[in-house]
């Protein structure tokens, strides 16, 4: 039977799985504009998001919006509209392009990292706010005031207590298994702080949603710039909708098999069949705009470790 185009399987994906519009801007700033030096004018934007279903009234609502949460700022040459990401915002999204770009599976040695913040000593609207981003790290709530991740990324949690302006309110501090003590099993323990069923549901819906894509592209990966493009963005817009609800915990406290795994590897030989072509598409609408629009920097490259061969 012959396989559908890929513009088919694009058309296709748009129609079954239509995306949040300002959340694929958002996908389309952290995949293809950070690595091009951050900024772009609205009419790239427009260009870009095009291929993917999205008109410019659309695009235009959901950059301002972006700029009204922190995400973007803005200046104007003429009638014309330039966005640049917020330097405050460059570590937040440092996390997610780390978080969607890097094997699953972190080794542990079998210590966890503990906040605790009384009650006494935080107002609600802060533990709200704490609790927020760090359960989008991956922390899990264990009590009132306790929050716990078995192998947290230091510098984001430093990131996220210096950015919520609760540096001195809260205590730090990592701890083992007291040997010899009873305890209660990992695998329970890890049940009760963490719903992983969602996360499983989601990985296995983006395995069945870009497998045929794979075996597609592997048996033409002769796509045009444009198509290379949406495709490239779609997938990395589907698997950061995953991740997001990832607390990514290692590998040792995971069931198996982990799908995170297996999507990881779908996501990369994807990635890595697309990326060059895509690059054509998004340099091309970019320097459109702006002649001067940089390549890509070294850090694209390291992508899914590492883009040549």
């Not at 509209?81 to 080794?107: F, M, Q, T, V």
């Not at 701890?175 to 209660?184: F, M, N, Q, T």
């Not at 949603?209 to 075996?215: E, G, N, R, T, V």
Request: with cysteine; aromatic share 8%.
């Amino acid at each position: 039977m012959k396989q559908p185009s890929s513009g088919a399987w694009i058309d296709d994906f748009l129609t079954q799985d239509t995306p949040r519009h300002k959340s694929l801007v958002m996908t389309l700033c952290g995949d293809a504009i950070a690595p091009h030096g951050g900024g772009f004018w609205l009419g790239s934007m427009i260009e870009l998001m095009a291929p993917l279903g999205v008109n410019d009234r659309l695009v235009r609502t959901s950059v301002f919006r972006l700029v009204q949460e922190g995400w973007l700022v803005a200046s104007r040459e003429g009638r014309r509209s330039r966005y640049a990401l917020e330097p405050k915002a460059l570590p937040r999204l440092a996390r997610a392009n780390r978080r969607i770009y890097s094997p699953p599976g972190l080794d542990w040695n079998g210590r966890w990292t503990f906040l605790l913040a009384p009650t006494n000593t935080i107002d609600t609207e802060l533990r709200n706010l704490l609790r927020k981003e760090l359960e989008w790290e991956g922390y899990a709530m264990l009590a009132t005031g306790v929050m716990a991740h078995p192998a947290p990324d230091r510098d984001s949690l430093r990131e996220i207590l210096a950015r919520c302006g609760a540096e001195d309110k809260v205590f730090a501090c990592e701890a083992g298994e007291l040997p010899g003590v009873g305890s209660r099993p990992l695998p329970q323990l890890v049940r009760d702080g963490w719903d992983l069923g969602g996360v499983v549901d989601g990985y296995r819906h983006f395995i069945d949603s870009f497998a045929p894509l794979l075996a597609q592209l592997e048996t033409n990966p002769d796509v045009t710039p444009q198509n290379a493009f949406a495709i490239r963005s779609l997938l990395v817009h589907a698997y950061r909708r995953v991740q997001l609800h990832d607390p990514m915990l290692p590998v040792a406290l995971l069931p198996q098999p982990w799908p995170g795994s297996e999507a990881y590897e779908l996501a990369r030989k994807i990635y890595r069949l697309t990326w060059a072509r895509a690059e054509e598409h998004v340099m091309a609408m970019l320097r459109h705009e702006d002649e001067a629009t940089p390549a890509a920097d070294d850090d694209f490259y390291q992508r899914f470790g590492g883009l040549h061969d």
